[in-house]
């Protein structure tokens, strides 16, 4: 059984007892006691006392369409928000959608995502209210190989949305990991269709971690953190009606102009400007050299005592060499 009906009928603040859950959801006690596995497993944790019954353990946010449609006010007009439990992959879901036509700003949010997907084929692990997943469908009057530019500029909004919010402390990971000093707070994962010379449909992908539980720090095999080590109290619908305000003003803008006129402010966010890093190759080789920023189309300045070469995203991981 799904957890998700249950875990919206509890609170943080008053404990319902299990018999009583039962009731409201029409199944077995047993059923409760399942999806309160269930939900623990998902990273949910559900505070249990005999004679009282359940409550959650801190409060949970749900994501809620209205209430970031209010946040977004004259901007709600360039999205279709819909707000899902449960759902394979928010990307996934939207390139079918790209494919049957749906329109540019369709957007997707999910509390939880069976098959969420990383870049360089790895798996994206998120945990209901404590990460924000999010896609949107985008379409582009460009050819492909005028968006080389986007997934930075993506990046680029998600770093002036946090500053908006007053969070600061993030930073870009070229192509476009969201990082702290300390880890990892999200990942941008772009799926594009479309021909060489336009028009474009761009499923845009974000994970942001909010809050980080010990289950979701388990999961993962790299140093991570989370929005809430940043000092935000961690609303997602917030979080979410000012990434998308964001995206209504960069997308248009990067279609009109593309990334020259961005491509100094990204510099200023790069967690490795002019440092010295390991560019870690899809065949396994490594090089070392310096970051020296990125070029108008976005590709990776990396300087070695051979001189400059430039990189394109594709499946290259940049490291820190310390
Ligand atoms: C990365 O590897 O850093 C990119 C992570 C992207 C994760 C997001 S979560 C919402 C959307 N749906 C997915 O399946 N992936 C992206």
């Known amino acids: 059984m799904s957890p998700f009906p249950l875990l919206r009928l509890l609170s943080h603040e008053d404990f319902r007892p299990g018999p009583q859950l039962a009731e409201a959801l029409g199944v077995s006690r047993a059923s409760v006691s399942l999806a309160l596995k269930s939900a623990a497993e998902l990273g949910v944790e559900v505070q249990a006392v005999k004679s009282r019954g359940y409550k959650l353990t801190r409060p949970l946010d749900w994501l809620d369409e209205p209430i970031v449609a209010r946040q977004l006010a004259e901007k709600a007009r360039f999205f279709d928000l819909h707000c899902f439990d449960e759902i394979d992959s928010t990307n996934i879901a939207l390139i079918a959608k790209a494919h049957a036509s749906a329109p540019s700003g369709l957007c997707y949010a999910a509390e939880r995502q069976t098959a969420g997907r990383g870049r360089r084929g790895r798996v994206w692990h998120g945990v209901p209210g404590d990460t924000l997943m999010f896609s949107l469908l985008w379409r582009f009057n460009l050819g492909m190989a005028d968006l080389s530019g986007l997934s930075l500029t993506v990046g680029l909004a998600v770093v002036r949305a946090l500053q908006k919010l007053g969070i600061h402390g993030a930073a870009l990971k070229w192509p476009n990991d969201i990082v702290t000093s300390t880890g990892k707070l999200?990942?941008?994962?772009?799926?594009?269709?479309g021909d060489t010379l336009g028009p474009s449909a761009v499923v845009i992908g974000i994970g942001l971690n909010v809050g980080l539980c010990k289950e979701a720090r388990q999961a993962v095999d790299q140093p991570v953190d989370a929005l809430r080590s940043l000092g935000y109290p961690g609303d997602r619908n917030t979080l979410?009606?000012?990434?998308?305000?964001?995206?209504?003003?960069?997308?248009?803008?990067?279609?009109?102009?593309?990334?020259?006129?961005?491509?100094?402010?990204?510099?200023?966010?790069?967690?490795?400007?002019?440092?010295?890093?390991?560019l870690l190759m899809p065949n396994g080789d490594v090089l070392q050299g310096t970051a020296r920023g990125v070029n108008t189309h976005g590709a990776l300045r990396f300087e070695t005592e051979n001189g400059e070469q430039q990189f394109h995203s594709g499946e290259i991981s940049l490291r820190s060499a310390i």
């Open 186 to 193: 999200g990942g941008i994962l772009i799926e594009l269709s």
């Open 240 to 278: 979410l009606a000012a990434l998308l305000s964001e995206l209504a003003c960069l997308l248009p803008a990067f279609e009109r102009d593309g990334f020259a006129p961005l491509r100094q402010e990204w510099e200023s966010h790069h967690a490795m400007q002019n440092q010295a890093v390991r």
